[in-house]
């Protein structure tokens, strides 16, 4: 009894070894022995009816017999075949889903492993796979290093613009007072001559001042973002002659880094739409609701072709720098340019979003 159990015991454990075996081998293999399978069978299954009533049928029934056959083995292993080839290519359609998300920009996708697919396949997908995660931890530090990069450039900017204020700009009145008091000089020449440097003294503190406000606006700190705007567009409507207007709808103060990115955004592409767009008209409209912000921009300019000014080592830096500044808050950028350019910004509100410095 006990050695029968041992028998039954081992016999049931050593199917899905068996199985498992198989599921493994190649696909080259599995077709030739599903064939080889349905030829032996057929051929001992045929055989021993052909003998069984080969006495009892005439010719045209021996005939008939054999084609019956045929067609049957012909359908058998058409079945087969299709059953075994579409289970065994089965990790080829994942891998193809796979890449086609991908590329769509869902970096999370993963190829699924399949127990029918080929040896081969299968190191193929955990090689795609192995892939993808090295991939998508190379993402993650280049936008760690983006984000360090991009305060590093603010916390420059900031400093500068200080230095031009603080320093410069002091500089610059203190010569500006020096000046006045030439004007009430005796010798013509000399008013003269104060006149001109007082001009071209207050010209340059103007230029230095407007440019530490375009480096880092005092208001986007001390008044929001759109106030800021709200300064920068009307200076922008008066240096560029470009019509500007601008629309904020249930805005009030947002995350600092939030703020700082829609400002930089919106600055880069006022830029762009003055310098390449040669439009004549821009608006800015901000929205917001309990979950997100969005910022559109819209010129009637000439446009331009996206992927081939992505491409572009000296455009292209702008609209890489935009995408960059919104994708470390969890955003997403949207450009089209039928019509003019039209660029919508979208970030989310919530306390996750990762910090830029301000």
Not at 27 to 47: D, E, P
Not at 196 to 224: C, K, Q
Request: net charge neutral; hydrophobic share 40%.
């Amino acid at each position: 009894m006990a050695t029968n159990a041992s028998l039954t015991s081992a016999s049931s454990s050593g199917i899905p070894a068996l199985r498992s075996r198989l599921l493994a081998l190649p696909i080259f293999y599995k077709v030739l022995i599903a064939n080889t399978l349905i030829v032996v069978l057929g051929a001992v299954a045929g055989s021993s009816l052909t003998l069984s009533v080969s006495d009892y049928i005439s010719v045209t029934g021996k005939i008939e017999l054999i084609a019956f056959f045929a067609c049957l083995g012909t359908l058998l292993s058409v079945s087969v075949n299709f059953i075994v080839l579409k289970a065994a290519f089965s990790p080829l359609v994942e891998l193809e889903r796979t890449v086609d998300e991908v590329r769509t920009g869902n970096m999370t996708a993963r190829a699924s492993r399949s127990p029918y697919a080929d040896p081969h396949i299968e190191k193929l997908t955990d090689t795609v796979n192995e892939m993808l995660d090295s991939i998508d931890r190379y993402r993650t530090r280049l936008r760690a290093l983006s984000g360090e990069v991009l305060q590093a450039q603010e916390e420059e900017r900031k400093r500068v613009a200080r230095e031009l204020h603080d320093s410069t700009g002091q500089m610059l009145t203190g010569l500006l007072l020096r000046l006045k008091s030439l004007e009430s000089s005796s010798d013509p020449e000399v008013r003269k001559t104060a006149e001109d440097l007082l001009e071209i003294a207050a010209g340059t503190l103007d230029e230095v001042r407007r440019t530490a406000v375009e480096l880092r606006p005092p208001a986007l700190d001390d008044l929001g973002l759109v106030a800021a705007l709200r300064g920068y567009i009307g200076g922008f409507e008066a240096t560029t002659g470009i019509q500007a207007t601008f629309c904020a709808e249930n805005i009030g103060r947002l995350p600092s880094n939030v703020e700082l990115v829609l400002y930089r955004v919106i600055q880069e592409a006022l830029t762009n739409a003055a310098k390449h767009a040669h439009a004549s008209l821009v608006s800015v409209t901000l929205r917001t609701d309990a979950t997100s912000v969005e910022a559109r921009i819209d010129d009637n300019g000439r446009g331009f072709d996206v992927p081939a000014v992505l491409r572009s080592r000296k455009r292209g830096l702008g609209l890489f720098g935009m995408r960059e500044r919104v994708g470390l808050t969890g955003g997403s950028l949207d450009i089209s340019c039928r019509d003019g350019a039209h660029i919508v910004v979208r970030i989310p509100l919530s306390p996750s979003l990762e910090r830029l410095s301000a």
